[in-house]
């Protein structure tokens, strides 16, 4: 091979998956661990791409009902004293920079234990 010359397909054991032993393309281990710990899947971000320089906090990956989520929006609105809205991916964005207010809430009363 040459020095400028790049690798196409390999046949080394580098993309087998160790615990199930499949293709990391085949692999269903993350996919179940994902359905057994919804927690480690919540992510509290601040965002101001698309937003002309205003930035929200969201709040992605919830794994609760739409009834649920529309609650906990609320009382975050309330206790930030911000607006806020639900999205349609159960996401939830809050005007400003909230992150610590909404860590300490969701610590404090326990909805996700992981934080």
Do not use: W
């Not at 160790?18 to 993350?30: I, Q």
């Not at 639900?86 to 400003?96: A, F, M, R, Y």
């Amino acid at each position: 091979m040459s020095k400028n010359s790049r690798l196409v397909y390999s046949t080394d054991n580098n993309n087998i998956c160790g615990k199930c032993k499949n293709t990391f393309r085949k692999c269903t281990c993350s996919k179940e661990q994902s359905e057994l710990d919804p927690e480690a899947a919540l992510h509290i971000y601040f965002e101001k791409k698309g937003r002309k320089g205003s930035g929200v906090t969201v709040i992605s990956g919830l794994p609760l009902n739409n009834k649920e989520v529309k609650n906990l929006a609320t009382n975050l609105k309330k206790l930030c004293g911000v607006g806020g809205s639900v999205k349609s991916n159960n996401s939830i964005e809050l005007q400003g920079e909230q992150k610590t207010k909404i860590h300490a809430y969701l610590s404090k009363h326990e909805i996700f234990k992981n934080l």
